[in-house]
């Protein structure tokens, strides 16, 4: 009689946690936006790990999205995401046009939660100043990149340079891995200087692809926030406290079945971890978006 007793009690448990399952999978899914910095594999590979993380953290389902810059303001105007991972500049943007919420910032480099961006030449150009840049060429990172295009263009319009008018040439790369490629076109003597990010260069000077010793920081902007997750306006507050916390208290040591694999959360995005700012934190990148009329306060 007893062991019929604990089977019945067994069987009644195996039933009640498998409502609670079907309960939890038949949930709402709430889709996270990810920026594509190269690729939409690559994105896939770095942050599919993290999302799935998310979902077992904060107990709701997330769904990732990959999503081209270009792309990522019209996309979320159309309610395609609720949550988004995006440059600096792009959270700017969405946070002055659509009531973007800030949730968290990301960590990774020298800078932690913040970055910069330098105009290198190579060591041997006897290009050291912002002067000498007049009637150079160089090549910039992509336009909504705040470390490869807005803080070098600011850096130069409050040294009296007008980049329109007094370089003799500049352009942007095709494709993807635009800031290695400008890195490598300096060094490879195709322009003068290039519109470089601190962490690209201090990435790939890590990974031995260059040498400090063949650049000039020729100069280097003010450090601002980095890669910054958000909420649209209609999340709930809860939920949004919920994955904020998640990401925060998030460490390297943490892993994530992903695949059949133990993996570890943050070294499979690329990054160090990630922290809570305040939007008043953004205003020196607003700052530099106004001076060089650029989105969202540009002026025609």
């Known amino acids: 009689m007893r062991n019929i007793i604990f089977c019945l009690f067994g069987l009644l448990c195996s039933v009640l946690l498998s409502g609670c399952q079907q309960t939890a999978d038949q949930g709402p899914v709430y889709k996270i936006g990810y920026m594509n910095c190269n690729s939409e594999q690559e994105t896939r590979l770095r942050f599919a790990p993290l999302t799935r993380y998310l979902s077992e953290k904060v107990g709701v389902r997330f769904e990732m999205v990959p999503v081209d810059t270009q792309d990522f303001e019209d996309r979320f105007k159309k309610e395609e995401f609720a949550f988004t991972h995006t440059n600096s500049l792009l959270y700017l943007i969405l946070r002055q046009d659509h009531d973007l919420q800030l949730v968290a910032t990301e960590k990774r480099g020298q ?74 076109a300096v060094y490879f003597g195709a322009y003068d200087v290039a519109a470089a990010p601190a962490l690209d260069l201090e990435v790939m000077t890590r990974e031995g692809k260059i040498s400090a010793d063949d650049f000039q920081i020729v100069a280097q902007s003010p450090i601002f926030p980095y890669c910054t997750f958000g909420a649209a ?31 570890k959360v943050l070294k499979s995005a690329w990054v160090d971890g990630f922290e809570q700012l305040l939007d008043s934190d953004y205003d020196i990148l607003r700052g530099m978006a106004k001076r060089a009329n650029m989105p969202p306060y540009q002026e025609f």
Not at 112 to 134: C, P, V
Not at 153 to 172: N, Q, R, T, W
């Open 233 to 263: 306006k209609g999340v709930d507050p809860d939920l949004m406290k919920r994955f904020r916390e998640a990401l925060v208290l998030l460490t390297p040591e943490d892993t994530v079945d992903y695949n059949g694999e133990q993996v």
């Open 111 to 184: 800078f932690g939660a913040r970055t910069a961006g330098t105009i290198i030449s190579r060591k041997d150009s006897g290009i050291r100043t912002l002067a000498d840049l007049k009637g150079k060429r160089m090549i910039f990172g992509p336009q909504l990149a705040p470390s490869g295009y807005l803080a070098q263009y600011d850096l130069m319009l409050k040294a009296g340079i007008d980049p329109e008018m007094d370089l003799s040439y500049y352009a942007i790369p095709h494709g993807s891995f635009k800031h290695e490629k400008l890195i490598y």
